[in-house]
């Protein structure tokens, strides 16, 4: 390739990268352009947005004070006369409905139900929060989701009342403060849940066209292409009356004509660009060649002299480049004969280097380890040249020498590579031991604080004996079980497994314990509790973590056993001799879906009976073979100590060492846990 050529390329090179370098900056400024344009459009979607629900709240609080006006309301508010506030709403032309002014209209007090206009059936208008909030005298107002899945704006008043205060509620549907906000921001405005569901819209037909996928949690601000069109897309997370998140607010604006704008001018730009790197690398082609002329001209004088055509001159002459090449010309002449002369003292010295250089290569060799020193020894004594002219032998011997220095060289560099990999490993092996140590060491104390958190007095009441075992897995487990006292006739129990092993079954373990130990004391009934359990804890579930539970409450007086089973073992009731296995209430497993209604189970229980609890660890125990234990063999083992003698710690024991000679040694699969609960009566006779 020709010098001018390579030139060429090398300036077209650098001209290309400076392009690419330009356009990047150009591009990390956009991002930064976009960013801040983001915070711009979601501050005043945001700011927007508080306007309507401002207006909202104030033509939904004329609306209440219209009503309240009407002669006849009041007194009808306070004796619930459905008919006369029916009458009174269309007296002031405060019409219910999804498509009038007006979507609901609800009464709220403390002593009696609520009544509630424009939903069937009736459902809550106002969350526990605001309730209580409204209750107090103070005013609340803002969106709420009615059924969860119904947009509406509320107003809320408190009157008084003659035993309780009344909260007088009013909902105006979202979707006119949505039009509203459309033509505001000449937009379509569109309301999602936290689920991303559309439940409100200016433009349903466009959003279902685009199919957009939005995070109703995080504020975003994009493109989005439909055929011939751009929008651009702001979402803003919205929250409701009691400043929980609630969805978001997504417009959608048409902006075509400026995102054209802007690629006809990228289009242009890169095409002018393109032409300026073409005339530019062009004209510096055809300026080199015409500037090089003069040097293959020296080039070919050059390669005369290296034939040995002394005859040649040069035909320009001077202090350039050209008249200096000249010059060289003649010192390579006077150097060459000098060299003709001093090449028989280079032989010799040579020769004695060549000796130097082979004893230097045995001491080397023996530096290595036993295999190369002996590769290396036999290339150096095999390798003697063949006869021929002395050139070629000292040629053929350097050529010897190179090699041996070479592979000795890469030998030794592999050899020095593997010592020093391996001393990094060693260091890295060392502090990995130091830190398992310390996980380790960590794990154990967890472990200990674990158990240090269940019950160990066995006796709470001398009208019933517990008995409880747990062995976790692994160092923390996820099983959990719990008895407690409610009050001086009610006794509490649990038995709970917590899905998944190791450190986050058994934070989410601690978390439940302690929830359904609190609402416990609060709350007696069992569906209750479990009910109250499950929306704590569905609430943020962001792991989808899930516990099966089994929550008794034993009436200690007459044996009564009040029970709610979400999605456990049914335990087995132990009675003369006789095994059978609690009905379930059918109930799912807590923190799977909130607001779900728990059933009860009952049971009574004679002096004597056994409930035998436990979770999925010893019916799914296995042996060396791969058989699991199953049901039917913890039926067979139960079966014989269904006896009013037998007491609960020997049931337990009993169950325990079947399953460890059922395993023979096999590796725990999961946490093995089991409590046996005997009602022994009233003693005091």
Not at 148 to 173: D, E, F, K
Not at 416 to 429: C, D, K
Not at 617 to 629: K, V
Request: aromatic share 4%; net charge negative.
């Amino acid at each position: 390739m020709l010098l001018r050529t390579r030139i060429t390329l090398i300036v077209g090179t650098a001209l290309v990268l400076t392009v690419l370098g330009l356009g990047g900056a150009s591009l990390l400024r956009e991002q930064l352009l976009q960013q801040r344009l983001t915070a711009t459009a979601v501050a005043g979607q945001t700011a927007l947005w508080n306007e309507m629900l401002a207006t909202e709240s104030q033509r939904l609080e004329q609306s209440l004070q219209s009503l309240k006006a009407q002669p006849g309301f009041l007194q009808a508010l306070y004796s619930a006369d459905r008919a006369t506030i029916a009458q009174a709403l269309t007296h002031a032309h405060v019409l219910i409905g999804p498509q009038e002014p007006l979507a609901l209209m609800g009464v709220i007090s403390a002593g009696s139900e609520p009544i509630v206009f424009g939903t069937e059936p009736p459902r809550p208008l106002l969350d526990a929060v605001s309730l209580d909030r409204a209750l107090g005298g103070e005013g609340v107002s803002g969106l709420r989701m009615v059924a969860g899945s119904t947009p509406v704006m509320i107003a809320a008043h408190t009157l008084p009342g003659s035993t309780y205060p009344i909260v007088l509620v009013l909902g105006r549907h979202a979707e006119h403060g949505l039009q509203r906000f459309a033509q505001r921001s000449a937009t379509s405005a569109h309301l999602i849940d936290l689920h991303g569901t559309l439940l409100g819209s200016t433009d349903s037909n466009l959003w279902q066209r685009l199919q957009i996928t939005s995070s109703p949690r995080i504020a975003t601000y994009q493109q989005h292409q439909d055929k011939d069109h751009t929008y651009t897309l702001n979402s803003t997370p919205v929250t409701d009356l009691s400043g929980h998140p609630a969805g978001a607010l997504v417009t959608l604006a048409d902006n075509t004509h400026e995102a054209s704008t802007r690629q006809f001018l990228d289009r242009m730009a890169l095409i002018s660009t393109s032409l300026l790197m073409l005339t530019v690398l062009l004209g510096l082609y055809v300026y080199l060649g015409k500037n090089f002329r003069t040097l293959d001209n020296a080039i070919a004088a050059l390669q005369a002299l290296a034939r040995g055509d002394a005859r040649v001159r040069l035909q320009h002459a001077g202090n350039d480049e050209i008249g200096r090449i000249a010059q060289a010309v003649v010192v390579f002449r006077h150097s060459a004969e000098e060299l003709t002369a001093s090449r028989s003292l280079r032989e010799r010295v040579r020769r004695r280097q060549e000796r130097l250089i082979h004893t230097q290569l045995q001491q080397l060799a023996d530096a290595t380890d036993m295999t190369s020193r002996e590769e290396v020894l036999e290339l150096l004594h095999n390798g003697e040249p063949h006869q021929g002219s002395a050139a070629s032998e000292d040629e053929e011997q350097l050529r010897h020498l190179a090699a041996v220095m070479g592979s000795l060289t890469q030998r030794i560099i592999g050899q020095h590579q593997r010592l020093s990999t391996m001393i990094v490993e060693l260091r890295e092996a060392l502090v990995t031991k130091t830190r398992l140590a310390g996980l380790e060491q960590e794990l154990q104390i967890a472990a200990q604080v674990q158990l240090s958190i269940l019950p160990r007095h066995l006796t709470v009441d001398s009208r019933v004996q517990i008995d409880c075992h747990i062995t976790p897995a692994r160092e923390v487990g996820g099983d959990f079980y719990d008895y407690f006292v409610i009050d001086a006739e009610h006794l509490g129990f649990v038995i709970a497994d917590v899905s998944g092993k190791g450190v986050p079954a058994a934070l989410f373990m601690a978390i439940t314990r302690t929830l359904l130990k609190a609402t416990a004391v609060f709350v007696t009934a069992p569906a209750s509790c479990i009910r109250k359990l499950n929306d704590l804890l569905a609430t943020e579930n962001e792991q989808m973590m899930f516990v099966t539970i089994f929550y008794g409450v034993l009436h200690l007086p007459t044996g009564r056993v009040t029970y709610v089973n979400a999605g456990h073992n049914p335990p087995y009731l132990l009675r003369l001799g006789t095994t059978t296995p609690l009905p379930r209430t059918d109930g799912i497993a807590v923190a799977v879906s909130d607001g779900f209604v728990y059933d009860e189970g009952v049971v009574d229980l004679a002096p004597g009976d056994k409930l035998f609890l436990y979770t999925d660890g010893i019916t799914e125990a296995f042996d060396p073979d791969g058989q699991e234990y199953g049901n039917h063999r913890l039926e067979q083992v139960l079966q014989p100590l269904a006896a009013p003698h037998c007491t609960a710690q020997a049931t337990n024991e009993t169950v325990l060492a079947d399953v460890h000679r059922f395993e023979r040694g096999a590796p725990q699969a999961d946490d093995i846990t089991c409590l046996c609960l005997q009602y022994q009566g009233d003693t005091s006779h």
